[in-house]
């Protein structure tokens, strides 16, 4: 029966609760979207779907290929366990969602966004299967891309570039490139949430053989400086657009998020060195949703981090959106 069990259980299976960065990217297609004549509410709401089926069918297929990998080698279900702080593939090893499930659900959320973007292939020209085309081969790629210390830059260019890009193109049929360059400042912004995760995950994906962009700079320091250049760069390519004409001058509403980046810069180089401060989340930092349950399972160390390297992707996106809006 559907229900808000149903409902909590599909969340942490395609990891739902991620879509933020999404939506966000959204925001920012719908603000130089709705200037043109080719704009249709109801062409933003299936973008919209398209977009987020397409996420959440790229977190699951992830899990999906670890088990089987798992799986292939040998262990059992009740063998397989993945080193991390936050529960992964839980759902898939306690066998809540068979394999036949699963698949099916694969198939639902791929399929969604594929007759979409053939729905809009045809208002739109033979471009949208092209960026569908390069998303689809990137989503393919991702499960095996921690082996080529590429993982990262794979997600940034997805959820940067190619979806701002992709989604304008298939709601107005043309580029834009004041879109183009802010599309870049969200690829910064989100590389720094998934090298901070990467940076916390350090030991794990160590023992684990995964190749991530922190190992490829062998110790924490230089992950840390990498970090703060990733901020710097979100921040550099608004300053340059805005300085150049091409961006509203409004789009350096992104500065409201530094006291959301600073933080972030402070508490990893705290995690790196002591990993044991009081953590206090602000209503400036954004949300920190099931705080109190968090604090329970001893992982606040982790998710405040976390939370803040999350929301300042989703705030400098939200802001952009709002600036050129203004």
């Known amino acids: 029966m559907f229900n808000v069990k149903c409902v909590r259980s599909f969340v942490e299976l395609t990891r739902a609760y991620a879509l933020g960065v999404t939506f966000a990217s959204c925001f920012i297609i719908l603000a130089f979207a709705q200037y043109s004549e080719q704009f249709s509410v109801i062409n933003f709401i299936l973008l919209v779907i398209a977009l987020c089926s397409v996420h959440l069918g790229a977190n699951l297929f992830d899990d999906y290929i670890d088990v089987k990998s ?3 080698s040998g262990l059992s279900l009740d063998e397989i366990k993945f080193n991390s702080y936050i529960p992964k593939a839980r759902l898939i090893l306690n066998k809540t969602f068979t394999f036949n499930i699963l698949n099916i659900v694969l198939v639902v959320l791929f399929v969604i966004p594929i007759l979409i973007g053939l729905y809009f292939t045809f208002i739109a020209g033979w471009q949208v299967l092209l960026f569908a085309l390069i998303g689809g081969i990137l989503t393919i790629l991702y499960p095996f891309s ?3 210390y ?3 830059i794979i997600i940034g260019l997805i959820y940067g570039p190619l979806m701002i890009m992709g989604g304008y193109f298939a709601l107005v049929g043309e580029f ?3 879109l183009f360059l802010l599309s870049w400042a969200v690829f910064f912004s989100t590389l720094v949430l998934l090298h901070t995760h990467s940076l916390m995950d350090w030991e794990f994906d160590l023992s684990d053989g995964k190749k991530t962009f922190c190992l490829l700079l062998k110790n924490k320091k230089n992950a840390i400086r990498a970090l703060k250049g990733m901020i710097f760069a979100a921040y550099f390519v608004v300053i340059f657009g805005v300085l150049t004409s091409n961006l509203n001058p409004h789009t350096l509403y992104v500065f409201l ?3 959301i980046a600073t933080k972030l810069q402070e508490s990893m180089i705290d ?11 602000r209503w400036y930092y954004g949300f920190f949703e099931n705080w109190k349950e968090i604090e329970e399972k001893n992982i606040a160390f982790f998710m405040y981090r976390f ?4 929301n300042f992707s989703i705030f400098f996106a939200l802001f952009a959106a709002i600036g050129t809006v203004d």
Request: overall charge positive; glycine content about 0%.
């Open 70 to 72: 798992k799986l292939n």
């Open 146 to 148: 921690s082996r080529f």
């Open 150 to 152: 590429c993982a990262e």
């Open 176 to 178: 834009n490139s004041n």
């Open 257 to 259: 998020t530094l006291p």
């Open 271 to 281: 995690y790196i060195n002591i990993n044991n401060v009081k953590f206090e989340p």
């Open 307 to 310: 939370y803040l390297a999350r």
